[in-house]
């Protein structure tokens, strides 16, 4: 499940499959998106990159406008760059990647009824993409290779065009993967490869309060949810964990001459999956009222008409998933003009969920 993405500097080249794809690919009925980043040489290269936008540069949002309220001080800075080169010359190279986001997302806060919640508001995230690649040629026929990715993209302020300030949120993302692999070369016509890979989401969805007094959800003011906005504190608070852990190799022969050519491709995919997730969601209640007025205790018009709570507490489970796959795979060439493509593969998901 980790979203890590690719930065743009770091990718030689990409391809997209939709459909009808061969049997080597499976876990999925759409598409396939396979990027080849880039590696070191025996010369140093590298890029930077650079990029800055203000509120100077954006127009004022129509509502408010309207409202006269100040522009919401927006901006989005993003920099960062790229080096690769040797470690051992023709042996050894690497390649480092490094990515940052600054962005501040302006929201304008209109609620007809409550024209005195009106305001410009602003999002934030701030975002580090960092990619390092180590390649290393053992022998002239077996080559190993490690590539990380970690992308940390935290939101300390999320906010809503119908939210108080007080109700905004907060969002914590790190997301990793690790990728070993080892590449055979046997004889002039067999390839193997096998892949070690390490994927990781540590993510919490909260409100600020939640992750800084040691996720007591409890001890936080209650939502208040209004027909047209929400004051209070967030009633969000959940914590995910989520790692996997995958062994693959495939086999890869190239037979000629055999009524046509054919690649032939077997493979296997082994994966283990285990799940943490805690939920402390309204623990802090919530109020719901049938008018936008606030709260007053002499007017009974103001007060809320129901409240929901967790009770008793805190939902934790744990889930250990498995995956396995297999596959084997024909390309045949019968001519110059025409291939086939005949392919088998079998997938097979297990993921007991224990009642609690």
Do not use: C
């Not at 046509?260 to 493979?267: L, M, N, W």
């Not at 596959?327 to 025409?338: E, H, I, S, V």
């Amino acid at each position: 499940s980790s979203q890590a993405r690719v930065p743009i500097e770091a990718v030689q080249e990409f391809k997209v499959l939709t459909s009808q794809f061969d049997a080597e690919y499976g876990g999925t009925s759409g598409a396939i998106v396979n990027a080849v980043s880039k590696s070191g040489t025996n010369i140093f290269h590298g890029s930077g990159f650079a990029f800055y936008q203000d509120q100077n540069l954006s127009a004022q949002n129509y509502f408010a406008k309207k409202s006269n309220l100040e522009e919401a001080p927006t901006t989005m800075q993003q920099y960062g760059g790229t080096i690769g080169g040797p470690v051992v010359r023709d042996k050894m190279h690497f390649f480092f990647s490094v990515e940052r986001i600054l962005f501040d997302n302006g929201i304008t806060v209109n609620v007809p009824t409550r024209p005195d919640l009106n305001r410009n508001e602003f999002g934030v995230s701030r975002n580090w993409n960092t990619f390092i690649r180590l390649d290393n040629q053992l022998t002239s026929s077996n080559t190993w290779g490690d590539r990380w990715l970690r992308e940390a993209s935290p939101q300390p302020k999320q906010v809503n065009e119908t939210w108080t300030a007080s109700r905004n949120a907060e969002e914590t993302d790190v997301d990793q993967t690790f990728v070993g692999t080892l590449s055979s070369v046997i004889g002039s016509t067999r390839v193997n490869t096998l892949r070690l890979s390490y994927t990781s989401e540590i993510l919490h969805f909260a409100n600020p309060t939640f992750l800084d007094n040691g996720f007591d959800q409890q001890a936080l003011l209650p939502t208040l949810v209004h027909p047209s906005f929400e004051d209070g504190q967030s009633p969000t608070a959940d914590i995910r964990r989520l790692f996997g852990y995958t062994v693959d190799d495939s086999f890869s022969w190239f037979v000629p001459n055999k009524a046509g050519d054919h690649e032939v491709k077997f493979g296997m995919l082994y994966s283990y999956i285990p799940l943490h997730f805690r939920s402390f969601t309204n623990e802090n209640g919530t109020f719901s009222f049938s008018r936008d007025p606030d709260f007053n205790s002499a007017d009974p018009f103001t007060y809320p008409e129901r409240l929901m709570i967790r009770v008793p507490g805190e939902s934790e489970y744990r889930m250990h998933g498995t995956y396995g796959a297999a596959y084997a795979q024909d390309r045949w060439k019968m001519g110059n003009n025409f291939t086939l493509s005949v392919g088998v593969r079998y997938d097979a998901e297990f993921i007991p969920t224990p009642n609690g």
